[in-house]
């Protein structure tokens, strides 16, 4: 059964860091690009980052401003979200989902989305 499972949010304090984790199981994500999305209350859900399959391209939401970086453990069959310097507006719940070898903007373009995992950035 193909899956994705996101693990690693929780409720941290303004400048610190956190690491995303999406699980792959049921499929290798040799062929696959890996997006990483967050919807917010209230909000439409947005793409902050993608990695094309084999890692041969990175493409990040321009607002975060390096702040987050992807990287895959293919031994692990996991792609990963560093977070770092975050802030009260990247509280969202955070999304991982798959499609066939390249990243596009077009959410509607990847399935098998994981149930999320919450962060929330309060002081």
């Known amino acids: 059964q193909v899956q994705l499972v996101e693990s690693g949010g929780g409720l941290v304090q303004p400048g610190d860091s956190l690491r995303l984790s999406c699980a792959a199981s049921?499929?290798?994500?040799?062929?696959?690009?890996i997006g990483w999305f967050r919807q917010a209350p209230g909000k439409e859900r947005e793409r902050v980052g993608c990695i094309n399959a084999r890692a041969t391209s990175t493409f990040y939401l321009d607002s975060l401003k390096g702040r987050f970086t992807i990287s895959i453990d293919n031994a692990a069959n996991t792609v990963y979200l560093q977070m770092n310097s975050l802030k009260p507006e990247d509280t969202a719940v955070y999304y991982c989902?798959?499609?066939?070898?390249?990243?596009?903007?077009?959410?509607?373009?990847?399935?098998?989305w994981g149930q999320g995992t919450q962060v929330t950035v309060s002081s």
């Open positions: 049921g499929f290798t994500l040799e062929n696959y690009a």
């Open positions: 989902a798959r499609r066939l070898w390249l990243c596009t903007q077009r959410l509607s373009a990847y399935s098998s």
